[in-house]
């Protein structure tokens, strides 16, 4: 029921409690923490920006300190993937120059990998691992390709999700729109 759906949501570890988004707010969090870092980065050839290269840092160690605590594990994975990407853009000489060429094309494997990272665990028994958050990204995919199917030319709208997404999903998902 929505009672019990929306008690779940209050138990939940993560700092954004019955709100739900923590996986959206830790990929904030990591893309603020790198765009500080970068603008950090970027001041150090002025030693009179000392102050406001600390001042970055600082509210930089914050917001991972926030996505830490979150827990998400792709947004660290991303924050991780981009941290790297923004030191190999950093490197001076042919190191540097590499991942300015190639840079998108890594960003790029790397969605591809998730995706295929959602569609492996679909595969995979439910009690794999217990690991639960792609398995529901592989539920959503099913009950949304359904949808789609059912309907691919106006599809089920708004209103109609709530009726339709019910019967659309795996049977072994347990959720359902509250």
Not at 110 to 133: D, H, K, Q, Y
Not at 135 to 141: D, V
Not at 143 to 150: D, H, R, T, V, Y
Request: charged fraction near 10%; glycine fraction near 16%.
């Amino acid at each position: 029921t929505a009672a019990q759906l929306y008690e779940r949501r209050l138990k939940q570890p993560e700092a954004t409690a019955w709100i739900g988004f923590s996986n959206v707010t830790s990929g904030l969090y990591g893309a603020g923490a790198l765009m500080l870092i970068g603008l950090a980065l970027l001041t150090t050839r002025r030693r009179e920006h000392m102050g406001t290269q600390v001042g970055l840092l600082i509210l930089s160690g914050a917001l991972l300190g926030l996505l830490l605590l979150n827990g998400s594990k792709g947004a660290i994975l991303a924050t991780g993937l981009g941290g790297l990407l923004l030191v190999g853009f950093m490197l001076p000489g042919s190191s540097g120059g590499w991942i300015r060429r190639h840079g998108g094309g890594i960003v790029l494997a790397f969605a591809v990998m998730a995706i295929c990272a959602v569609l492996v665990r679909g595969i995979l028994p439910v009690e794999f691992m217990n690991e639960l958050s792609l398995l529901f990204r592989w539920q959503y995919l099913v009950g949304g390709a359904g949808m789609f199917f059912a309907e691919p030319v106006l599809g089920v709208g708004p209103d109609g999700f709530q009726d339709v997404y019910p019967r659309m999903r795996p049977l072994l998902s347990p959720e359902s729109p509250a």
